[in-house]
């Protein structure tokens, strides 16, 4: 009993150290904009940026608990983004928003389940595997658009980009909807388990009666379908879709996983800590923008974050896998 209240403590280090850098950077970032980042325009403003990119992040997220990545996050909703535009400039707007969102998902779910095919059933490094595909997929959305804007959607569809409910950013809903979704899969199901499992040690995992296969290729449909999801959100609220849309976003998906806890290597990490890890950034970046400080000078910030918490994690003790 002694030893599990020591551990305790230990298993929720890294989201203590999280938490203590989110109050570091709000202080700071409310001292440098003399309180403007607390006004409520500017909190509203977040609501609307943060989804995008937490979405985005967590379509990353599972890939790389199971020690994977998937390269192709940004293209696929960025095919998305162009399949549902097509159908939301050509239908009438009665059918247009649901089959434009059905056809949309639909192409992230193929290349969610090439992602999968390519990792789990031929063996393929995911890092190579995803990278193919995101170079194939966008060469076809270039292909399809040949480099233009498609522009100018239904009202109806802009609500998921640009709407609120029950006085809350609908992005901000779908991003907690999926968050929420996430963390119910990962600590509440068996695939969870097992998730968490194969990162650790995958010969285990194989050996105790998992079947990694279908694993691995879930795990990218999933992936797939949250990119997907955010490439909805994302040409709602550009109200246009491209080929190059979010192009700068792949690296921060990374940089956002690693920052909220989870192992490259695999095994570790959970929602919460990604979510926390989306706001800090938003802060710096929002806090930055008030000012009128470069955009650059903020993705330093970001990354010397980054290293302080890698500083601060490897001080830690180590309890295992961490989920919460």
Request: charged share 5%; net charge positive.
């Amino acid at each position: 009993m002694f030893a599990n209240r020591l551990a305790l403590p230990a298993r929720h280090a890294e989201t203590a150290v999280l938490v203590l850098v989110l109050g570091v950077t709000l202080a700071f970032m409310t001292a440098l904009t003399a309180g403007k980042l607390l006004r409520l325009e500017s909190l509203e403003a977040m609501a609307f940026q943060i989804p995008l990119l937490g979405v985005l992040a967590l379509a990353q997220m599972l890939p790389m608990l199971t020690g994977g990545i998937d390269l192709a996050v940004i293209s696929t909703a960025n095919l998305t983004g162009i399949s549902t535009a097509l159908i939301l400039t050509r239908l009438p707007a009665p059918y247009a928003t649901p089959l434009g969102i059905v056809v949309g998902l639909g192409g992230a779910l193929v290349v969610g389940t090439a992602n999968g095919v390519l990792a789990a059933m031929l063996g393929v490094s995911p890092l190579i595997g995803t990278l193919a595909t995101m170079i194939l997929v966008r060469g076809v959305a270039l292909a399809i658009t040949r480099g233009y804007v498609i522009a100018g959607f239904p009202q109806d569809f802009l609500f998921l980009g640009g709407g609120s409910l029950a006085g809350l950013p609908m992005p901000f809903v779908i991003f907690g909807l999926a968050a929420a979704a996430m963390a119910v899969l990962l600590n509440r199901t068996p695939f969870g388990v097992s998730e968490y499992m194969l990162g650790s040690n995958p010969v285990a995992t194989l050996f105790s009666g998992v079947n990694t296969r279908a694993l691995l290729l879930k795990t990218y449909l999933i992936s797939g379908l949250l990119a997907g999801i955010a490439g909805l959100i994302m040409i709602s609220r550009f109200n246009a879709a491209q080929a190059d849309y979010g192009a700068g976003f792949l690296l921060l998906t990374v940089l956002i996983a690693v920052l909220g806890g989870v192992d490259p290597a695999g095994g570790v990490g959970t929602v919460l800590g990604l979510v926390i890890a989306v706001v800090i950034l938003q802060l710096v970046a929002t806090g930055f923008n008030l000012v009128g400080l470069s955009q650059h000078l903020a993705n330093a910030l970001w990354g010397v974050i980054l290293i302080l918490v890698i500083i601060f994690r490897r001080a830690l003790p180590r309890t295992g896998p961490g989920r919460s």
